[in-house]
């Protein structure tokens, strides 16, 4: 990838910087942003997925999931992750066709993402349940800075045929 092939926009809505860069597949591409972690964040990043994804002519639906999503991976990292080493979380989505991937970046935690059991007693905890239900698939990897909570949405994971 050459500096040419990455471009960056600020949102004056929203106050983020995204980076966009071409995918692996040629109609693939990757949308990059780091934001506080704090849960202010997570408003601005609904906000900034959704007008991106509207600019694209994606779905409704799909754009809708994506932006459930989204605020359901950032407030699980808010609430119980420590944030990456420059005091961020890396959101990311992956957009080929009319296939979503979104993905948090943390620092980590106490305990692997897992959604919580069903049950009519808890205030909250229900998040990844969620995310369960609209995706095709999702996952947590770790890489070397931490966890990455990832969901597919709109068709077939991408992380498998790539």
Same mark, same amino acid.
């Given at each position: 990838?050459?500096?040419?092939?990455?471009?960056?926009?600020?949102?004056?809505?929203?106050?983020?910087?995204?980076?966009?860069?071409?995918?692996?597949?040629?109609?693939?591409?990757?949308?990059?942003?780091?934001?506080?972690?704090?849960?202010?964040?997570?408003?601005?990043?609904?906000?900034?997925?959704?007008?991106?994804?509207?600019?694209?002519?994606?779905?409704?639906?799909?754009?809708?999931?994506?932006?459930?999503?989204?605020?359901?991976?950032?407030?699980?990292?808010?609430?119980?992750?420590?944030?990456?080493?420059?005091?961020?979380?890396?959101?990311?989505?992956?957009?080929? %066709?009319?296939?979503?991937?979104?993905?948090?970046?943390?620092?980590?935690?106490?305990?692997?993402?897992?959604?919580?059991?069903?049950?009519?007693?808890?205030?909250? %905890?229900? %998040?990844?349940?969620?995310?369960?239900?609209?995706?095709?698939?999702?996952?947590?990897?770790?890489?070397?800075?931490?966890?990455?909570?990832?969901?597919?949405?709109?068709?077939?994971?991408?992380?498998?045929?790539?």
């Amino acid at each position: 990838m050459t500096p040419e092939d990455i471009t960056h926009t600020d949102d004056r809505d929203t106050g983020l910087t995204v980076s966009e860069s071409p995918g692996p597949g040629a109609d693939s591409i990757i949308c990059t942003v780091r934001v506080p972690a704090d849960a202010s964040s997570v408003g601005r990043i609904r906000k900034e997925i959704v007008a991106d994804l509207d600019r694209r002519d994606l779905p409704e639906d799909l754009v809708g999931e994506a932006e459930i999503v989204v605020s359901e991976l950032l407030t699980n990292a808010v609430r119980h992750a420590r944030p990456l080493t420059d005091g961020t979380f890396r959101v990311r989505w992956k957009i080929r %066709g009319d296939v979503v991937e979104v993905e948090v970046t943390d620092g980590g935690g106490a305990t692997v993402p897992r959604p919580a059991p069903r049950t009519v007693w808890l205030s909250s %905890g229900r %998040g990844l349940r969620i995310v369960r239900a609209l995706a095709h698939e999702w996952g947590v990897t770790e890489d070397r800075t931490g966890n990455v909570v990832w969901a597919t949405l709109g068709g077939p994971s991408r992380r498998r045929a790539t």
